[in-house]
């Protein structure tokens, strides 16, 4: 029956109807799976029998006509969420035969809603990379162009997710390792306000950037899954305690009057020119639908690479020293080449005598770019951006210069270095037929605002609508 | 310091990748810092304390399912200190 082509909305009416089971639903994403991920390479592990388990359990749930948003929705997360019995690598040789003893947050929320977990999906080892090349286990493939990469770190939920082997996803985007992906295989990732999703569980990349969230086929099902995995958490003191939205409730407001802005230092040389295209469509279908383009300024965008890659690999230096092999895990010379290279770049920049210079400097610069972020939001609402300035590319194309796949996240670092919310959805093709995406960016906690920009976008365009085939 | 076991070659190679990263990273001292504080964090919570109850941990066998080496019910790590002869 092909039910794992559905949306989130679309299966929860299926089920609602009894025009199918969620074991049907489950069934159909779990044979998915099996017909095209030797191809994709989605997915590290898939847990077929406690899927198969939870669907039998949802159906017992629904007959009984309970009611919650994902009860019987069947989704898979990127493999950095601790998974009670369920094993859980990070992409990293290191945690090769690591099964968790506990539950991240997210994971346990998603399941008291009653959601089937399928399996866990390929990233880049420690959340380290654009591509998923970084995996210890092998790359995952675009289902857009098997030669391709399908972005990273979070690529094997984007991939799973843009070939129907899935009904959602949970990502983790650090600097970027949501919006990327989700933009290189053509479905909608949020990277939510720092501290709205609880980290308890999800292994630590770099802490002050780490954010959990949802990805999805379409905005309204990504604003779903939020309301669900949203909210404060004791085991996470950075998560916050303001109060978490039905955030379907926001998908309903024209966008008449809306500020959007363009921030000058986004538009100049290194961005592709298909991009740059495709965003002026999308400028041009806001503007038909009431909103006004401004320009603003984020004078200090140039400094966003170089502040990320200082902080960022500091901070894993700092969370990779726990693995020592003796109570979990593999050793030290368990370790890929790329997590190596951040351990050494952020001890190098945390030690004596190159403290003040590297890593104080990049937390000043850091307070700079936030402070541009917070000046352009008093002139405008939302800032649209590209999500990478290239298009995706080739596998094995650029692994072997670190510096050269660094400079791709221009636009996503920026946007964890200011802890603000983006969503980032599709927005056309190139013409060789690879997906393009955008961001719309928005103050901290306007989760509910940009969600309904996307949704309001999406609205009068079918981007989210096409589809690989595999 | 980071506990690394790096080849020869890796060694070279790694140290050329990494002098081109600082390089570019260089560029940070162009940006004007004076009078600015650092953020380490951009959430605006301080001092986020809960209330100082026991609350059920991990079994000792569960916190000890993954170790590669036990003994006892505890942790079997290399010795730290050698005995004088």
Known sequence: MNLNKLTIAAARKG???KKFSSLELTKDCLNRIKEVDNQVKAYLTVCEEQALEAAKKADELLKNKEESPLLGIPFSMKDVYSTYGIRTTAGSKVLDNYIPPYNATVYQKLIDAGAVILGKTNCDAWGHGSSTENSDFGPTKNPWNLDYVPGGSAGGSAAALAADMAIFEIGEDTGGSIRQPASFCSVVGLKVTYGRVSRYGAIAYASSFDTMGPMGKNVSDVAEVLSVIAGQDLKDATSSPLQVDNYLGFLNKDIKGLKVGLPKQFYG???DSEIKAAIDGAVMVLQKNGAEIIDVSIPNTEYGIATYYIIAPSETS??????DGIRFGN???TFGQEAKRRIMLGTYALSTGYYDEYYLKAQKVRSLIKNDFEKSFEKCDVILSPVSPVPPFKLGENVNDPLKMYLMDAYTVLINLAGVPSLALPCGFTKSGLPIGMQIIGPQFSEG???NVGFQYEQVTQWHKEKPKL | MANLLLTSEEEEKYSQQLSNVLDYIDQLNKADTSNIEPTFQVG?????????????????????????SKENGLFRVKAIFEERG
């Open chain 1, 269 to 271: 040389n290194g961005l």
């Open chain 1, 15 to 17: 089920l609602k109807e």
């Open chain 1, 331 to 333: 050793g030290r010379e």
């Open chain 1, 449 to 451: 605002k940009i969600l």
């Open chain 2, 44 to 68: 605006n919570l301080s001092n986020v304390t809960r209330e100082d109850k026991a609350e059920q941990g991990l079994s000792q066998d569960e916190a000890l399912q993954n170790a590669p």
């Open chain 1, 318 to 323: 700092s969370n990779l020293a726990r693995y």
